[in-house]
């Protein structure tokens, strides 16, 4: 009777153009290792599709796709800290805090008495995002977001 070999399907992106493929390896298959680098930079502003970053300690500027922030490129601000995960100089990826501060804009009234068990309601934040926020929170104030789900975590 033949041995089942154990696989591992993983989700492999070509780092110079992007595209991603599924592939399956065997466990005892040697994979060639990809080392990156994680640097810091701030956020200067976007420009269409791009947004400039400038290093701290030289105040060099780099222009990287907006793509590489994903949904959390709704997040970013003037001079927020960003890390950028470098491969032989080539941007790959990048990220925003995983807890940022917002202002809300718009919300709605929370009705007294209306329900025993706290309720959470919909807030707008000031970069169009819509999330999940306790009762109390009106129009006007700062709350902390986990960016990672988009969640409230409490009033700044």
Known sequence: MEEEVQQ???EL???DSGSKVNEKFRTDEAIES????QKSFLYLYAEDDNIVLMEPNTFSQMEVSKDLFGKTAAYLKEDMKVTLHLCDG???SAS???QVTCTVVEAQVPVKGSTATPQ???VTLENGLTVLAPPFIL????IVIDTTDDS????A
């Open 152 to 155: 409230y975590i409490t009033r």
């Open 120 to 122: 959470y309601k919909r």
């Open 96 to 98: 925003v805090p995983k």
């Open 34 to 37: 990809v080392f990156t680098e």
């Open 139 to 142: 129009a006007g104030d700062s």
């Open 90 to 92: 080539k941007p790959t």
């Open 13 to 15: 992106r070509d780092i």
């Open 8 to 10: 591992y399907r993983v």
